[in-house]
């Protein structure tokens, strides 16, 4: 296997880290892979996760849920009616962020397409990018959404597009700076770019510490907090002008936590921890499990 050894903080280039402990892959590998922070910046990340070209066996199990729709057990009904949910409030949000009712989105790593569908129903002009050939396939099938794969992203022109989104995305890309700079670069000079990403410093992400689902290793090579991002986004001629909590992801990641280390009663546990960690995110958005951030050209 070839391994993504870094070497270099990705956010600041120092060259000392910090051994934060050793995650384990319950979806696929079994494998354990160390979780790792740039003494100089606190930016966390996967050491060692296999490259890009050879992630893809890491992905291929039923259990990954986003690229499947399988309508199976207690949690795929919890995850597709939240889902549905979400579905509606990003939409919203994207309007009323971007200040557009209509305009050209580019939706990075669409998986089965179901956000952007919802866009250009909404009468968005829509591009959307996604890696999985199957899940390209599934978009077609059920959406008669035509999705690119993941090179189109190098096609298109420059400030080709008035609104960028990357659900739960940014974390699993190989190439993180060079990612930014092309978000720049596309994206209109009035644009919105909208990241949602995991939280490492939420309170589930505490309470659960090296078990805590959303590390997902290796598939998520970076681990960012309200503080790294807001960097990344500055090192890339960004500012940040808003920050929401996405709440649903506590129950959903705490679940799971449970779930993983074979707990009894792992349901009504992980909806416990939720519970908390939703109420604590309500006083303190840097506490939630997943952010989304909105961000502006400077
Ligand atoms: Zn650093």
Known sequence: MNKLNIKECPLCGNT?????????????????????????????????APVESEMGAYY??????????????????????????????KASLVQREAHYHKG???????????????MKLMGWKVQAIEKS?????????????EVLPDDALNKFAPKSFDVITLWHVMEHIEHLNELWDRLHELLDDKGTLIVAVPNSESYDARQYGENWAAYDVPRHLWHFTPVTMKKFAEK??????????????AFYVSILSEKNQKKNFSFIRGMWTGTKAAIQSLGKKELSSSLIYIFRKK
């Open 16 to 48: 000392e880290f910090k051994h934060e402990g050793s995650s384990k892959d319950f979806y696929a590998s079994g494998e354990h892979f160390d979780l790792m922070s740039c003494k100089s910046c606190g930016f966390k990340f996967t050491q060692n």
């Open 60 to 89: 291929d199990s039923p259990d990954y849920i986003s690229h499947t729709n399988i309508k199976l057990g207690m949690m795929n009904i919890l995850y597709h009616n939240v889902r549905r949910h979400m579905l509606k409030r």
């Open 104 to 118: 050209r989105l580019l939706d990075i790593g669409t998986g089965t397409g179901y956000f952007a569908i919802t």
């Open 133 to 145: 050939e199957s899940a390209r396939q599934f978009a077609l099938d059920n959406f008669e959404l």
């Open 236 to 249: 890339h001629g960004f500012t940040m002008r808003n920050r929401l909590p996405m709440p649903y992801d």
